[in-house]
């Protein structure tokens, strides 16, 4: 039933809006699910037919979908790394050198970002980038988090979620974790790359997301999720120092109430 109605919506699709990525990857979807499905030896015709029209008239350049075969050893020679001096070492930076942001750092950020999961594999997250020095003043202005060090912020970013990619009530949070899921993965692919950051919060009143809003191109569907300030580093700095808790209070075991 599900086939069926991916059918009847990719056609629906393709009448008002034409090809698009993401109808590449309903075709291979089902591409995939019929040969799946052939290999079980079941036939259902009138679904495999509609399936096979849609292959012939959409010339997919890859497989998009399925399934990898991964190999263990070589899933942990790519994973298995003591990653603790990273995590440690990643610092609130309020104090960054004057020196530009390249553009491609933040876009090869980014591009380590978008492999963080999201509901669904939905990927409804953007992140708006600004290092012209006019464009990161009028960002920053909008947000109270930045007062001491805003103007000496050399790059902004702006992450937002598309709310249209949320359909039932029980969905209504879920922009707040993807877009915190997809933040953390960019604040480190940037500490990866050598560039400093503060996280700048966006909890904020309606008359400040609207102020935001006349400064930059958003959708009114977009939720503004957080900013981040990028720079530079200077051969030395200082941060905050932020203790942490013990361990222990971050984490319990088998913790179920008892009947």
Not at 90 to 107: E, G
């Amino acid at each position: 039933g599900v086939a069926e109605r991916l059918v009847r919506e990719i056609d629906l699709y393709r009448a008002n809006h034409g090809m698009s990525l993401s109808l590449e990857t309903a075709v291979s979807v089902l591409d995939s699910y019929m040969t799946f499905t052939c290999g079980c030896d079941i036939e259902y015709a009138p679904l495999f037919s509609d399936i096979n029209r849609l292959t012939r008239e959409i010339e997919l350049d890859k497989q998009r979908a399925g399934c990898d075969t991964i190999v263990k050893s070589e899933w942990l020679n790519s994973a298995q790394q003591d990653l603790s001096g990273f995590f440690r070492s990643r610092r609130s930076v309020r104090d960054f050198a004057n020196q530009q942001v390249d553009p491609q750092s933040l876009l090869k950020a980014v591009e380590m970002a978008m492999y963080t999961p999201t509901v669904c594999n939905r990927q409804a997250i953007k992140a708006h980038a600004f290092t012209r020095p006019e464009s990161v003043a009028k960002v920053l202005q909008c947000q109270s988090g930045n007062g001491g060090f805003g103007d000496k912020v050399p790059a902004a970013i702006v992450i937002t979620v598309d709310r249209q990619s949320f359909f039932t009530s029980g969905e209504r949070n879920q922009c707040w974790i993807d877009g915190g899921l997809f933040s953390m993965s960019l604040i480190y692919a940037l500490h990866s790359l050598g560039l400093g950051t503060c996280c700048l919060n966006w909890s904020v009143t309606k008359d400040q997301d609207q102020s935001l809003r006349s400064i930059i191109e958003v959708e009114e569907s977009d939720a503004v999720i957080m900013m981040i300030a990028v720079g530079h580093l200077k051969d030395t700095f200082k941060v905050a120092k932020s203790a942490r808790k013990p361990v222990e209070e971050f984490i319990s075991f088998e913790n179920i109430k008892k009947p």
